[in-house]
């Protein structure tokens, strides 16, 4: 009896040393953990989202008038030039329109020919009327001439040579006269001229106008890249301004990225990025922030530098690092499972030349891509655990890594 309560008691004391033992310390294999090193220096701070490219020029092509869609020429993702075909309309109005207004536009190009002819037949018969009495005038004149010398020697009376000289002077009277109605003749002839051409110009105008809104029946891309989106179909009745197809550029693109609410203020106009298409990398800037906020994310356009990739293309999902500062001479670490910047956690610490790690309480500072800044708790050169291990003994201060 005696030796048996000797066991139970030698039982108690190694079953209370295991649970204390177990309560200090707890062990994991090294394999299952993550480690890490604690640096010290410059370091980019970096903002990461994910998003799309864009085209950085779109154009919107609507319907122009209402029509019916009569053939579908490209297709979505077609690529196109700006006088590509993308589809034609038909309306049978529209082309009655412009015979229509083709007609009144002979109709006005000949009454400008018969107004052009009159006034050039009114100005020969006032011409004519002219030269006429010039003839009269002249002969008016040697009258008065050769009865100036006849009265001096008596042969012709005075009142004869008075009579000639009266004639004279009422025929160039009548020259001046009608001198100044040829050139007023020639005012009003130009100003109806005018009032005509400009009669013919109108109708011009409508031609054009016709003319192009039956041009416009042949939908064209208008700018050089891909057909992002058509909007209607084969056989369909469009009305005035219904929108047909969305082109968007190919070479010119930007990225659109989200980024979480909570670091949007960090962003400045112009600072750097980085687009990952998960096959290249482009560089870029911050040309533009949105002001919304959807699902605590906030977008920003990013305007993208150089010669882009082959595989950049409209409506690629990418993801994006904004390099929004750079943090120097700070001492940080990859960020531990569950850190948030601006808050402290508890870590294991790897002491030098065992297989022991202890509970080390950190501060962090701001998070940046993978990593985050450590303000107090660790130096340069140490190595802690920064696995989650939550789901293990939260109590024990001691880890121990076989």
């Given at each position: ?313 409209p409506q690629l999902s990418v993801d994006g690092t904004i390099i929004a500062d750079t943090l120097e001479n700070i ?72």
């Amino acid at each position: 009896m005696k030796s048996a309560g000797m066991l139970i008691g030698i039982a108690m004391v190694v079953l209370l040393g295991w649970t204390f033992a177990s309560n200090d310390s707890f062990s994991v294999a090294r394999q299952n953990l993550l480690i890490e090193e604690v640096l010290q220096g410059n370091l980019a701070q970096t903002i990461e989202g994910y998003g799309t490219l864009s085209s950085e020029r779109q154009q919107l092509i609507t319907s122009y008038s209402a029509a019916t869609v009569k053939e579908i020429v490209l297709k979505p993702g077609a690529q196109v030039d700006k006088d590509s075909v993308i589809l034609r309309l038909e309306n049978p109005e529209l082309e009655q329109a412009l015979q229509s207004a083709e007609q009144d536009l002979n109709q006005a190009q000949a009454n400008l020919r018969q107004l052009r002819l009159n006034n050039q037949r009114e100005r020969l018969n006032e011409t004519a009327n002219l030269a006429e009495l010039n003839a009269l005038y002249e002969n008016a004149a040697l009258n008065k001439a050769a009865e100036e010398k006849l009265v001096e020697q008596g042969i012709v009376s005075q009142l004869s040579y008075q009579q000639s000289v009266l004639e004279e002077k009422q025929l160039k009277q009548r020259i001046e006269i009608l001198k100044q109605r040829i050139s007023h003749l020639a005012l009003v002839h130009e100003e109806s001229v005018n009032i005509q051409q400009e009669r013919v110009n109108q109708q011009q105008g409508l031609v054009d106008i016709a003319q192009s809104r039956l041009d416009k029946l042949t939908v064209r891309a208008g700018i050089d890249g891909v057909l992002q989106r058509l909007s209607v179909e084969l056989g369909q009745s469009l009305s005035a301004g219904q929108e047909i197809a969305l082109i968007g550029s190919v070479s010119e693109l930007i990225a659109l990225i989200r980024i979480p609410q909570n670091q949007a203020q960090l962003v400045r106009i112009g600072v750097p990025a980085i687009i990952d298409t998960r096959r290249d990398e482009i560089h870029g800037e911050v040309r533009r922030i949105d002001p919304i906020v959807e699902n605590n994310t906030v977008e920003v356009e990013i305007a993208l530098h150089g010669e882009l990739p082959a595989s950049a293309r409209p409506q690629l999902s990418v993801d994006g690092t904004i390099i929004a500062d750079t943090l120097e001479n700070i001492t940080y670490i990859k960020r531990p499972a569950g850190s948030q910047s601006n808050t402290s956690a508890t870590l294991y610490l790897l002491e030098e030349n065992s297989n022991q790690a202890t509970r080390h309480t950190l501060q962090f500072g701001v998070q940046t891509g993978q990593f985050i800044q450590i303000l107090s708790g660790a130096s340069a050169g140490q190595q802690f655990v920064i696995s989650d291990l939550s789901n293990m003994s939260e109590a024990s201060d001691t880890l121990v890594i076989n």
